[in-house]
């Protein structure tokens, strides 16, 4: 395993972020929505570096199978917590095709969200032309590469890594 980020530059990425959200949300309700399995490690990291009060909730939606995009978003549980009238921040582990975070921040806005934004750990630096073209918030930028660690996955294993790495 290569290690691309280390669980030290993690930990200080995720406060800075979870400053910046703090700032640019102040005097706002903000709800935070986690796309799981992927963003439970690094959205509990977050929320617990955004210092204001704020609603958490998670839902799961995925257009992976098999470590390889499928081109269609798959909406397998949907948030608990009402979403019309909220400020709604997406938080996901990696910004890859773009395509599952479009398809859900349209999914959001379509049930009448206040603003919808996001924020995720890695935003892979390759083009997007059928998904969200750039996070509001990304810890990291990197090539494209398949990474595992901080809830990135490689068939299920390998989230539990502390650093983000790379397969050799």
Not at 33 to 50: E, S
Not at 96 to 109: H, I, L
Not at 114 to 124: G, N
Request: glycine fraction near 8%; charge should be negative; charged fraction near 25%.
């Amino acid at each position: 395993m290569k290690v691309l980020f280390t669980e030290e530059e993690i930990a200080r990425k995720v406060a800075e972020t979870g400053a910046e959200i703090t700032r640019y949300y102040q005097g706002k309700s903000l709800t935070i929505m986690l796309i799981v399995n992927g963003a439970f490690i690094f959205g509990a990291d977050l929320v617990r570096k955004v210092d204001m009060d704020c609603w958490v909730d998670s839902f799961a939606a995925a257009s992976y199978s098999n470590d390889r995009s499928t081109g269609v978003v798959n909406f397998r549980s949907p948030p608990k917590l009402p979403v019309e009238g909220r400020h709604i921040l997406l938080v996901d582990e990696v910004l890859d095709s773009g395509r599952t975070m479009k398809k859900v921040a349209e999914y959001f806005r379509d049930a009448g969200a206040a603003s919808v934004r996001c924020a995720v750990l890695v935003e892979k630096d390759i083009p997007r032309p059928e998904g969200l073209d750039h996070a509001d918030w990304a810890c990291f930028s990197c090539p494209d590469q398949y990474l595992v660690g901080c809830g990135l996955d490689s068939n299920e294993l390998y989230r539990n890594l502390p650093y983000i790495g790379i397969i050799e």
